[in-house]
């Protein structure tokens, strides 16, 4: 089903929001998290079990990493006034952001086996949440969303999806 309309976008986008919300608040779990943190041209990489983080920011940026799984690989990397955020929070997932130009990136994974990627450009904001076996993609070329559970989010193109069981919105 494509939806173009502005209810579905803003749908999205608070769902989206309300997603990471909730995970912030039940992030605190029992499992040692690895971080990685690195800003004004540092880098870092951390490998705990068989899980890891990594961050890199260049001059004038922030990056954070986070793998609470110690079973998946949380990435984000930021250059030129970028700020960008990478989460896993469960094994067998991968959580990628990119953010560049003073652009602001999320990446969370929420469930077993989820992939999402958010990469950020000239000013704008990208979010990409992959749940349950989901896959979550948000930048240049819009917002894809894929698998069970997932939903993304570009400012810049303007471009959102979700994705959960049978319902698949996009606009």
């Known amino acids: 089903m494509r939806i173009n309309k502005l209810g579905a976008r803003a749908a999205v986008a608070v769902l989206g929001g309300g997603v990471l919300a909730a995970m912030a608040a039940l992030g605190g779990g029992t499992a ?3 971080t990685c943190s690195a800003s004004d041209g ?16 260049g001059t004038g940026s922030t990056a954070f990493a986070e793998d609470s799984s110690n079973a998946g690989t949380a990435v984000a990397v ?9 989460r896993n929070l469960q094994p067998g997932s991968t959580a990628l952001a990119g953010a560049s130009t003073g652009g602001t990136a999320y990446s969370v994974t929420t469930g077993p086996k ?33 698998g ?21 919105l996009y606009n």
């Open 32 to 34: 040692q998290a690895t």
């Open 42 to 57: 540092h880098q870092i990489e951390r490998i705990v079990g068989q899980g890891g983080c990594g961050a890199k920011a």
């Open 78 to 86: 930021a250059d030129t006034g970028g700020s960008s955020t990478a």
């Open 114 to 146: 989820a992939f999402s990627v958010a990469q950020a450009r000239q000013g704008g904001v990208t979010v990409a949440v992959g749940g349950w076996g989901g896959q979550a993609i948000a930048g240049p070329d819009g917002a894809i969303c894929q």
């Open 148 to 168: 069970g559970f997932a939903t993304a989010v570009d400012s810049t193109t303007g471009k959102a999806c979700l994705r959960s069981g049978t319902i698949n």
